[in-house]
């Protein structure tokens, strides 16, 4: 997943001063949020765990 941001948003998170610094963290954070409140669901992966979002909610 953060490959994937910072290809698409490098020069956004370069130019955000301290978010800079932060926005893996930021990340990890709203995931784990998601996991409690049974937002996301865990699935099996080739390269390790993953996570969907659940459907009908």
């Given at each position: 997943m953060s490959k994937v941001v910072w290809r698409r948003h490098e020069?956004?998170?370069r130019a955000a001063e301290d978010l800079f610094y932060?926005?893996?963290y930021d990340i990890r954070w709203a995931?784990?949020?998601l996991r409690d409140e049974g937002?996301?669901?865990?699935v099996d992966a080739r390269?390790?765990?993953a996570w969907r979002l659940?459907?009908?909610r």
């Open positions: 020069q956004d998170l932060t926005w893996q995931a784990q949020k937002e996301v669901e865990r390269r390790g765990v659940v459907r009908g």
